[in-house]
Each structure stands twice: as structure tokens, then as C-alpha cells.
């Protein structure tokens, strides 16, 4: 079982920075890819970055790309989302997610474990 805490949400102004934490407690983190999502109101969750295993290759949404960065500390067992030139329409729920298999990461039918999620709210 893995288990995933986010933190670091909160309320920021449009232009402004925020990094999201995802720490892991379980089996190793290394075994895992880990990906970020984020869900509006009323709509399904959609990807915004993934890293793999190794932490050598990334993955983006075209809609965060240039603007946030996903990141691993293995040693830590925590994944990172620095979100720099927030936006309004960045406001959403953020969870982290962990996959066992590789593949498909912007899917979330791809992942074995959730966080809680953590809320980001951008005023403008």
C-alpha cells in the first residue's frame, strides 16, 4: 500500500507561485511514476504533469507547460509541482497520484494511489 499526503495549496494572486507537496509513506517511491491532476468543479479530473520512476523524463499538460515544473526527491519520498504565472483558470482541486505500471500517464485509470487532493484557489 502506498499512501499520499498533499500540502501546499492555497489562495494566490494571478502571477503569483505556489509549490505543491506529495509525500509518500509505504512501499518504495522509486517503484512508482507519479503524476499531478487537478479537478474543476463539476468536471473530471485532468492531468497536468507527470514524472518517471528515475525522475529523468517528464510529462505536461499544454495548458501548464512553461509554467509549472514537476520534480522528485527520492530520498525524501516527496514529488513536487512548482507552479509559477498562476492563473485564475488554474483554480482546482490538486492530487497526486502514483503508477505501479508505466504507461498512459496522462490517464487516470493508469494509477494505483490517490491523495486526498489540496485545494489552489487564484484570484485575480
Known amino acids: 500500500q502506498v499512501q499520499l499526503v498533499e500540502s501546499g495549496g492555497g489562495l494566490v494572486q494571478a502571477g503569483g507561485s505556489l509549490r505543491l507537496s506529495c509525500a509518500s509513506s509505504?512501499?518504495?517511491?522509486?517503484?512508482?511514476?507519479m503524476g499531478w491532476f487537478r479537478q474543476f468543479p463539476g468536471k473530471e479530473r485532468e492531468f497536468v504533469a507527470a514524472i518517471s520512476r528515475n525522475g529523468e523524463t517528464t510529462w505536461y499538460a499544454d495548458s501548464v507547460k512553461g509554467r509549472f515544473t514537476i520534480s522528485s526527491d527520492n530520498a525524501k519520498n516527496t514529488v513536487y509541482l512548482q507552479m509559477n504565472s498562476l492563473k485564475p483558470e488554474d483554480t482546482a482541486v490538486y492530487s497526486c497520484a502514483a503508477q505501479r505500471l508505466a504507461g498512459g500517464v496522462i490517464f487516470t485509470y493508469t494509477y494505483d494511489y490517490w491523495g486526498q487532493g489540496t485545494q489552489v484557489t487564484v484570484s485575480s
Open positions: 509505504g512501499r518504495t517511491f522509486s517503484s512508482y511514476a
